[in-house]
């Protein structure tokens, strides 16, 4: 699948946690009716098949959708089930050895930190960075923060879309305008909210707001 910057505006991260009496498969099709425009599947805790049982699941929503969908971390997975691809983070898969797998067919994203580290993943093949924590997050509790000035290092240095992602909400996505970011990455802002559709809708409308120049929107 072809990534634009486009698909990088409001990219949602599962976290089954959060989900009250739906199922993940169904609150991911609420949310993408509500204009969520990518989809990472993120399992910590599932054993291989339930995980592999999961994901062919909500790859049924996004293909649907036509919004592109990337497994955490598990390349295996991501290729067995043929999600678009897959996102690692520093302490995962060297990047060169994850394109290497998946092929250039393949959606690979990369979580960064730094210049120097988004240099690389660039090099190594990475379609999209997601640079982070840009604030602080209860998702990730080993996560730091990234300065807004290091943020907008990243953005002009590398030519592949960039998406910010720890702690962003409706509160603070307004901070986040002229940083050069493509969108953001969301959990707890989407799957916490007692109304997920209009807490995507509303957050959409806002992303479109703050990164319409990026994303040429």
Same mark, same amino acid.
């Given at each position: 699948? +072809?990534?634009?910057?486009?698909?990088?505006?409001?990219?949602? =991260?599962?976290?089954?946690?959060? $989900?009250?009496?739906?199922?993940?498969?169904? !609150?991911?099709?609420? %949310?993408?009716?509500?204009?969520?425009?990518?989809?990472? $599947?993120?399992?910590? &805790?599932?054993?291989?098949? *339930?995980?592999?049982?999961?994901?062919?699941?909500?790859?049924?929503?996004?293909?649907?959708? /036509?919004?592109?969908?990337?497994? &955490?971390?598990? !390349?295996?997975?991501?290729?067995?089930?043929?999600?678009?691809?897959?996102?690692?983070?520093?302490?995962? $898969? =060297?990047?060169?050895? @994850?394109?290497? #797998?998946?092929? +250039?067919? +393949? %959606?690979?994203?990369?979580?960064?930190?730094?210049?120097?580290?988004?240099?690389? @993943?660039?090099? @190594?093949? @990475?379609?999209?960075?997601?640079?982070?924590? =840009?604030? %602080?997050?209860?998702?990730?509790?080993?996560?730091?923060?990234?300065?807004?000035?290091?943020?907008? /290092?990243?953005? /002009?240095?590398? *030519?592949?879309?960039?998406?910010?992602?720890?702690?962003? *909400?409706?509160?603070?996505?307004?901070?986040?305008?002229?940083?050069?970011?493509?969108?953001? #990455?969301?959990?707890?802002?989407?799957?916490?909210?007692?109304? =997920?559709?209009?807490?995507?809708? *509303?957050?959409?409308?806002?992303?479109?707001?703050?990164?319409?120049?990026?994303?040429?929107?």
């Amino acid at each position: 699948m +072809k990534l634009s910057r486009k698909d990088m505006l409001l990219y949602l =991260v599962t976290d089954r946690t959060w $989900l009250k009496d739906e199922t993940l498969p169904g !609150i991911v099709e609420s %949310i993408l009716k509500n204009k969520a425009t990518f989809i990472q $599947l993120r399992e910590k &805790n599932l054993d291989y098949n *339930n995980f592999k049982e999961l994901a062919i699941k909500v790859k049924r929503v996004t293909d649907k959708y /036509k919004v592109p969908f990337v497994i &955490n971390d598990n !390349i295996h997975i991501a290729m067995e089930v043929d999600a678009d691809g897959v996102h690692i983070g520093q302490s995962d $898969l =060297v990047a060169t050895r @994850a394109r290497k #797998a998946l092929g +250039k067919n +393949k %959606i690979l994203g990369v979580s960064v930190s730094n210049v120097e580290q988004a240099i690389e @993943a660039e090099k @190594a093949g @990475a379609d999209y960075l997601g640079v982070g924590s =840009v604030f %602080i997050t209860t998702s990730k509790l080993d996560a730091t923060n990234v300065e807004m000035e290091e943020i907008k /290092k990243i953005t /002009k240095t590398v *030519n592949i879309p960039v998406i910010g992602i720890g702690g962003i *909400n409706k509160e603070n996505i307004h901070l986040l305008k002229g940083s050069g970011l493509d969108g953001i #990455a969301v959990i707890s802002a989407i799957l916490a909210q007692k109304d =997920v559709e209009r807490a995507t809708r *509303n957050l959409y409308k806002l992303s479109k707001g703050v990164f319409s120049e990026s994303s040429n929107i």
